[in-house]
Each structure stands twice: as C-alpha cells, then as structure tokens.
C-alpha cells in the first residue's frame, strides 16, 4: 500500500503544485476518473452514516424517553468529534498520507458501528454516545483526507465544481439513509409515554433491549462495507499528486491565517450552515409528527426525510454546473434567502404546506457547505492546510445548534424553535454579500 499513496509536504499549496505538473485536460479526465470514483464512494458512505442519526433521534428518544435537548445529545456527540479530531487528524495526513488517513478512517468508522452492538445489547444510552462519538471521528479522518485530495485532483480553475459534484453523492446517501433507516429501525411503532409509565422496571428494560436491537443488523451489514471499502481504498492505485512546501519561514512569519478574515467568517459560516441543517433534519420526524403539521407515525415522517437530503442532493448536481457560469458568493445568497425564506414561511403555516416548505429547505442547503468552503480559503496560499483544518474544525456548529435548538423546542415547541436556523442563514448572507472578500480584494476597495 506504501507504493499506492501520495506523499504529502504539506497541504498549503496543493493547487498551486497541481497545476504546474498537470497534464493536458483530455489526458488528466482519463487519469483522473477512476480515482475520483473511488474517493467518490467515501463521500456517499460517510453521507448515508451521517443522516442515519436522523432516524437514531426520534427511535432513542422514544426508547430512553428523552427530552428533545437530551435527544440533541446523539448530535452533539457525533458533530463534536470534527472539532476534537480535525488537528489530529491534519497531522496524520501530513504523517502518512491521503491514501493511508482514508484506510485509517473507514477502519476507525468500523470499530465505531461494532460499538453499537454492545450499546444495543445493554440498551445503554450513553454507549451510543460513544459510538457514535467513535464513528464521527472516522469519519472526520475521511472528510480531512478526501476533500483537499478531490480539489487537487485535478484543474484548480475547477476545483470547487468538482468537490460540488463529489459531495452530491455525499447527498445520495444522506438521500437513501432515511428511508432505509426508517424500515429496519422504526419499524416497531413505539409505546406512548403513559404505556411506559404503566411498565414495571423489568418490563421496561426488557422494552427498551427489544427496541435498541433493531439497530443492530443495520450497523453490522455497514461494518462490512466499511471494511470492504478499506481494503479497495488500501489496494487502489491512486495517482501521486505532488505538493508544495510552505516558502519558508520568513513568509511564513510574515502571514497567519488570522490576517484572513474570509477564513475567519467562512469558518462561522460553516458553523452556521452545518448547525442550521442538522438542526432541521435532526427534529423532522417529530416535527411531521405534530398533529398541526401532518400527524406522521415515526415509520411514515423517516420516508419523507428522504425528501430534504434528496433536494440537496439535486441541488448539488446542478450547482456543479451553476458555479461555472455564476459567481460562487451571488449563488450562494440567492441560496441563503430563500432557505432563510422558507424555513419562516413553515413556522408561520401549518398541514402539509408547513411539511413541504421545510423540506424545501434541503435544495437551497445544496451548494453552501462546498462554495462557502471554497470561499473562505481563498487567497490563503501557504496558509490552505491550516485554514482548511479551521474550517473542518467548524463543522462543530452541527453539535451546538441542534442542541440549542432542543432546548428551546422544550420549552417554546419544537416549530417556534426552528428561528435557531433562520438567524444561521442570516448570517450566511452577510457572508455571501460582503464577509467573502479576501484581504486584497478589501484592500483594493479601500485604494
């Protein structure tokens, strides 16, 4: 496998080395398809596993009889291993490579979904936690390795285009997840609260092993495939892509990724994204629940959620042909507006326009995480690795938000709460509009 990877200087100035050995564009999609094909299976793997906690929400908060902000907990655990694990992980790139840190992570993916065969066996709420604390840091490992390495695999001029393309198959399998989650998952309707009150304590620990075992086949059929696609990730020939090391440490004392406020901004813009679209989709199977909104059993709300992560989806394979022809920040608050827009109008309504204008959301969701991305480490040079882990780092917004949101569904229910994610794209505006430009394009505005 040591002869297959790619080594790895730094990440600073990948396009840049890219572009200089490049061969000639018929030739670099000859050679560069199979590769992207194969990085672009980790893309749909770690998708599919992440929307899957859309279905772990409302299926544990019904066993553990969870508060909406406990339940917010499944979220926290697994968003917050991005903001614990992404430096790490940036260094293990450095150390072994892109190849070798995407083997290492889908094996770490594997050992987290064993995790939840014991968790279900003893029914143990906080063994999910870590689970899925174990499963995120995987696939942190993936997102930190795969990303950087589709952007360089290829032209720069068309870097963003093609990491939008990649990530519409992360989309495909957020799209799948929920529907296949909801059939072997919530298939058992759960007890109501006061069935439970009626149970004596061997009763209900009995209930609860019962209905925590449905996950079990569902995690063990992906241990399989997670190390399946270890060991095709480990054997594959994917191409060297040689990178540059920084200039030296004059220019590297001279410039800080702090002197970069699009980094910056783009780092809270992708705290405000993520954290708003996991916020939505965490609670949509309780919100189609409400007999104000459409009355759903669980089993019924998880097919449409399929729905949300399916607009994203269509989204991001027309945004990958939309960012050639429109500038990524205009696109990107024409986006944020109506998300924003939508997200109101279903707060403000009730029945099934509230349940459709709130799936909405998922189309307008499509192209921000890969234009803000692109956005925000703009003009970084040197500086791109370390502002790339910044921005991986942020993506702990889809730990905090959902839980704020919990809370305050609580206590104001759980429609009133959605406000949380119409103040995100509020701020995702301001960025598209103006937080974007670069330290020299704001230099120039002030010349």
Known sequence: MAGNEMTVASAGTVGTAAAATAPAPAALAQHYARPLTIVTTLFFM??????????????LKAI??????KAALIQFSFFSAYFIFSIPWSRVVNAIGYQKT??????????GTVLFVPAAHYASFPLFLGALLVLAAGITGLQVAANPYVVVLGPPET?????????????????????IGGLLILAAAPLAASELDALSPAALRAYRIDQAGSVRLPYILITVVLVLLAILIGKSKLPKI????????????????????N???????????????????????NYFGQPEIAGFSAKVAA?????YWGGAMVGRFLGAWLLRHVKPGRLLAINAVLAGALVGISMASSGHFAMWTILAVGLMNSIMFPTIFSLGVAELGPLTGSGSGLMNMAIVGGAVLPLITGVLADHIGIQSAFFVPVICYAYIIYFAVSGSRTRNQRVAARS
Not at 172 to 179: D, E, M, R, S
Not at 242 to 261: C, E, F, L, N, V
Not at 263 to 285: H, K, N, P, T
Request: glycine letters at 12%; a negative charge; charged letters at 10%.
């Open 242 to 261: 040689p990178t540059a090391t920084k200039t030296g440490a004059d220019d590297a004392g001279q410039d800080s990724i702090w002197k970069h406020p």
């Open 159 to 179: 870097g963003s285009s093609r990491l939008n393309l990649t990530q519409a198959f992360n989309s495909l399998g957020t799209t799948i997840a929920p529907k």
């Open 102 to 111: 995407m083997v290492t992570g889908l094996f770490t993916m594997a050992v």
């Open 64 to 69: 553990f009889e969870l508060s909406y902000a």
């Open 263 to 285: 980094l910056i901004l783009g780092a809270l813009g992708i705290f405000a994204y993520v954290g708003a679209e996991v916020s939505i989709g965490s609670f949509l199977v």
């Open 303 to 307: 097919g449409y959620v399929s729905f």
């Open 46 to 59: 770690w998708g599919f596993l992440t929307s899957l906690n859309d279905i772990l929400v409302p299926h």
